[in-house]
């Protein structure tokens, strides 16, 4: 999952960063208010850790951003703020989670986790599309009952394509999911290319006939 940190704790949210990292997950940090009104701006989310106190602003109106952007980022508030006029308003003002500081940072995966399904899978521990079924608890595939064999990144791709079935994905939009913002350092789109043809091919010898259509111009669809 590709995973927002706004944080204005350094320590807090480098701690963050490196726990959820080494689940699989992709994420950008940023600690200020303007930093983070940028990101939004600009790149997709699946999920978002927001504080409430920014140095030059409030998290909450990031919150209302998002909201009004009609993006669908799943949202969790990290706060030092306990009382239940606080989570209430974080709450009411769009947030999908309230999380007081200090947490347990294998808490606030699972809850990570929970949220992206109830989001994008209703709340479904196991993801279906035809013969594929997806374990994302486990980062594990099988197609009729018999193990894929995927890298990460072809895992985050397939997952990718599964959750926004019969949708056309653009191969920047998709490079950005599974890069983050440092896919603005490459010159070209290759590897996109390369990973989708290596997913196709073991899906193919799994019996699973090019579900990945090329939209000439456009991107690519998921179709099964």
């Known amino acids: 999952m590709k995973i927002l940190i706004v944080?204005?704790?350094?320590?807090?949210?480098?701690?963050i960063v490196s726990y959820l990292k080494t689940d699989g997950h992709i994420c950008e940090q940023v600690n200020d208010y303007r930093?983070?009104?940028?990101?939004?701006?600009?790149?997709?989310?699946?999920?978002?850790?927001?504080?409430?106190?920014?140095?030059?602003?409030?998290?909450?109106?990031?919150?209302?951003?998002?909201?009004?952007?009609?993006?669908a980022t799943g949202i969790i508030i990290i706060s030092a703020r306990e009382t239940v006029d606080d989570r209430i308003k974080g709450l009411e003002t769009g947030a999908d989670d309230y999380l007081v500081k200090p947490f347990d940072l294998a808490e606030l995966?699972?809850?990570?986790?929970?949220?992206?399904?109830?989001?994008?899978?209703?709340?479904?521990n196991v993801i279906e599309a035809g013969d594929i079924r997806i374990f994302p608890d486990d980062l594990k595939v099988l197609i009729a009952g018999n193990s894929l064999d995927l890298t990460k990144k072809e895992y985050d791709l397939l997952l990718f394509f599964v959750s926004n079935k019969n949708r056309v994905l653009t191969k920047e939009t998709i490079a950005e999911h599974l890069w983050g913002?440092?896919?603005?350092?490459?010159?070209?789109?290759?590897?996109?290319?390369?990973?989708?043809?290596?997913?196709?091919?073991?899906?193919?010898?799994?019996?699973?006939?090019?579900?990945?259509?090329?939209?000439?111009?456009?991107?690519?669809?998921?179709?099964?």
């Open 35 to 71: 930093s983070a009104e940028e990101k939004i701006s600009i790149y997709e989310y699946d999920c978002a850790l927001i504080d409430i106190n920014l140095p030059d602003g409030s998290g909450l109106n990031i919150i209302k951003q998002l909201k009004e952007k009609q993006k």
């Open 7 to 15: 944080e204005d704790e350094i320590n807090l949210a480098d701690a």
């Open 181 to 224: 913002d440092y896919i603005d350092t490459v010159d070209s789109f290759d590897f996109v290319y390369a990973h989708i043809k290596n997913l196709r091919k073991k899906l193919q010898e799994k019996g699973i006939e090019n579900p990945i259509k090329t939209v000439y111009g456009l991107g690519y669809k998921f179709q099964i």
């Open 109 to 124: 995966n699972a809850r990570i986790k929970s949220l992206i399904r109830r989001i994008n899978f209703k709340g479904n």
